[in-house]
């Protein structure tokens, strides 16, 4: 299949020979997008006006941090506290105490009301400009995964030539092929999947537990084999992402 601009990014993850094509694409969607967060968009007025209301997720505001830009991270700071600044003030402003009636304290949970400004923070903390930017190009890329397998007769292939993937981008991929593909393709696909995914978890397992006995002082000699970095890559096959990477900074 001849490639085109939104399946150069798949093919380039099968290729890099990953233990998770997908973690891949999604590192480098992070990556790209504290670039485009922190390069000259931050002094563009309709982004700062979507930075402004959606803000930033924890993990997010630490990578930001990390990534060097000072003066760019400042420039967003500025505008979405003034955001924060002003609302939470009109929240707390026309706060009144609850009455609490006899019965009231039988009452669940969701039932009881919930301040303003609580209500405000809690719907803040529920949405982040880089994971929604993020998610939006990684749906397209499930997407294109989808139609490759369609149209790509050598996507099989680089499935077989695959490491798997870790669990989390495993469970997503059949949630996006049972969507999106007919019953016959799946027939040949899904065994594939679940074979591939078979054997590279069982290549994990031999590797975390060679791992471990060779600190027994009677394997002191033997050779490593592939273990010696078992830890983060047993690490991503379960939860994906890269816990060795280095911190991504500004270059």
């Known amino acids: 299949m001849k490639e085109k601009l939104y399946t150069i990014d798949v093919n380039d993850a099968f290729k890099a020979g990953d233990e998770c094509p997908f973690c891949y694409l999604e590192r480098k969607l992070e990556q790209d997008t504290l670039d485009f967060v922190l390069g000259c ?61 006899f019965l009231s304290k039988w009452k669940k949970a969701e039932e009881t009301s919930v301040p303003e400004p609580v209500r405000f923070i809690r719907e803040q903390e529920s949405h982040c400009y880089i994971c929604n930017r993020m ?20 996507m099989m292939e680089k499935i077989e ?3 798997g993937m870790c669990l989390h981008h495993f469970a997503q991929v ?3 092929c049972e969507e999106k593909l007919d019953a016959q393709t799946k027939e040949t696909l899904i065994p594939l999947l679940y074979r591939k995914m078979s054997e590279n978890l069982d290549r994990i397992q031999e590797d975390i537990d060679w791992f471990i006995e060779k600190y027994d002082y009677r394997n002191a000699d033997a050779d490593w084999k592939n273990s010696k970095d078992a830890v983060p890559r047993t690490m991503q096959k ?6 060795a990477d ?6």
């Open 41 to 101: 968009s931050y002094m563009e007025s309709d982004i700062r006006e979507q930075t402004d209301k959606t803000g930033f997720c924890r993990v997010h505001t630490k990578k930001m941090y990390d990534y060097g830009n000072y003066l760019g991270n400042a420039w967003i700071l500025k505008t979405r506290m003034k955001y924060l600044n002003q609302n939470l003030k009109e929240k707390m402003k026309d706060y009144t105490p609850e009455k609490k009636s």
């Open 161 to 163: 030539h695959s490491k």
């Open 238 to 243: 379960i939860v994906g992402s890269y816990p």
């Open 246 to 251: 280095p911190v991504y900074k500004k270059e």
């Open 135 to 154: 998610d939006a190009t990684y749906q397209r890329y499930l997407d294109t995964f989808a139609y490759m397998v369609k149209q790509d007769g050598e």
């Open 174 to 176: 059949l949630e996006k």
